[in-house]
């Protein structure tokens, strides 16, 4: 039933519905027509992270939604303010975070400031989100706080805008909070779970693929369990990284790049693909055509039909359970022949470890990528930005467990990677968190080292130093054009750090990179490592070795 308040100011009603709601924090950039919002937050239980940045603020409210499943929040002023809000917005819609924006507004019932900043700030954001309101009335403020909470943490979860005129703001409301409730997902029916078991059982070649969907959701052990009594082969997308244990005899992969791998060798022959948790948004892992390979649709919602994707059975429930309901039906190991499998598995590895050692500097990707996998634990997390170096890891570098691998394949947003590894950082303080952007996403948000410094963090930032933006010079070289119009100069990115608070590292041999890095994490606080990187092996390892290579699996 709802409660019963006596009449409070409709700040103080918001900010009582997110604590209702269990909110921990607020990562604002607050302007004035959010200053009775502040003025209620700070005699509330929920702690002000004051950013640098707005984008700052909304990845860090999308990175907690992401690693907890509870909608992360995040308050702009109106305006500038709110547009800033419009990439990680986005980010949150495509990559099924649950966030909720709170943005200002000037007065709507009597303005004496014309459409000074104003804009239409509800309709801008439509597109990118899965609500967005304008708060016009006091009394309205704990349904539309409840059924925004809601709407961003279901399945698909997503982003939702709430827009707090300063009108709106001061009015007075006895409206009576409505309490959360725990939502729940049926589980598949056995009609549908039988018609799967019978197409896996019917297979030659069956994989199972884990998407971003499978991360989001406890499916970990439901899955691992079905992986292990079945035996079927797995691969991943990058979001879907870390869902099983990448160490097990039966992964293939990451799909890390588009086509041409050893892993599109097993797609290409598989017959069947199982395809749990996976969506459209997230860069397919492979194309279906009329004919070919068949797919059964295991998530939370049915799937997103087009012309690549096109599944046979969808299986929507409750991912977990109809995953270990589907394991009961099918009883135990299936009987196929997984050699050809093996052999891609066995060149995988024999691959993605290739350069872990090597000595060569500036430092290859290969070797960064070994030597971060060797100073992180299984349950430490590195959060990427967007560049080149994503291709390496999420292909190199093998998760353990869920969630400990944040990258982002959907917007895929440069800025993103050292606000999402704060938030980390922040939420996670037993754990090890690496931030690994390039030197042009870092500088896109580097800012936020305060931020950093000042939440007294224990952070590793490591910054890839290419003077340019890699990835599109490399894409530049391949496509045959010259090398033109994508380097920059930096700066001395150690002095950059520390006149933050943080403690700078240049890297000037290969061999200094995993004492740097184990020194930096045993020390504390907020480190940033310029690591000078020679991208030379982009093309010779993922274009040239696995056409050469791969043609003959």
Known sequence: MPD??????????????????????????????????????????????????????????????RLTGKAGVCMATLGPGATNFATPAAYAFLGGMPMIMITGQKPIKKSKQGQFQIIDIVSLFEPISKMSKAIVNGNTIPALVREAFRVAEEERPGTVLLELPEDIAIEETDEPLLQPHPRYYAIAGDTVLNEAADMIRNAKMPLLLLGAGANRKD??????????????????????????????????????????????????????????????????PFLMEPGGTEVIHLNY??????????????????????????????????????????????????????????????????????????????????????????????????????????????????????????????RYPERRVMAICGDGGFMMNSQELETAVRLKLNLVVTVLDDSSYGMIRWKQAHAGFEDWGLQFGNPNFVDYANSYGATGHRITRTEDLLPTFEAAFSAGGVHLVDVPVDYSENQRVLIDELAAKVCLI
Request: charged share 25%.
């Open 4 to 65: 019963s308040h006596p009449p409070m100011k409709a700040s103080d009603r918001l900010v009582a519905a997110l604590e209702a709601e269990g909110v921990e924090y607020v990562f604002a950039v607050p302007g004035e027509e959010n200053l009775d919002v502040l003025e209620s937050l700070r005699t509330s239980s929920i702690e002000l992270v004051l950013n640098r940045h707005e984008q700052g603020a909304a990845f860090m409210a999308a990175t907690y939604g």
């Open 219 to 284: 499916a970990h052990a439901a899955l691992s369990s079905f992986a292990e009594k079945t035996q079927i082969p797995f691969f991943n997308t990058q979001m879907g990284k870390g869902v099983i244990d990448e160490r097990s005899d039966l992964f293939l992969g990451t799909a890390a790049l588009s086509e041409g791998d050893y892993l599109h060798c097993a797609i290409a022959r598989a017959d069947l693909i199982i395809n749990v948790g996976h969506d459209v948004v997230e860069k397919p």
């Open 301 to 426: 919602k049915a799937a997103q039909v087009d012309q690549v994707y096109f599944p046979q059975v969808e299986v929507v429930g409750d991912l977990a359970r109809s995953v270990t309901r589907l394991g009961e039906i099918l009883g135990g190991p299936l009987d196929f022949d997984r050699s050809y499998f093996q052999r891609i598995k066995k060149e995988t590895d024999l691959h993605t470890s290739e350069g872990g050692d090597v000595a060569r500097y500036p430092v290859i990707p290969q070797r960064v990528v070994a030597d971060t996998r060797r100073v992180m634990g299984d349950e430490d997390i590195i959060a990427l930005d967007n560049g080149i170096y994503k291709i390496w890891y999420a292909r190199n570098y093998k998760a353990h467990r869920p969630n400990t691998v944040l990258l982002d394949n959907a917007l895929a947003t440069m800025g993103a990677g050292l606000p999402s590894a704060m938030m980390a950082a922040k």
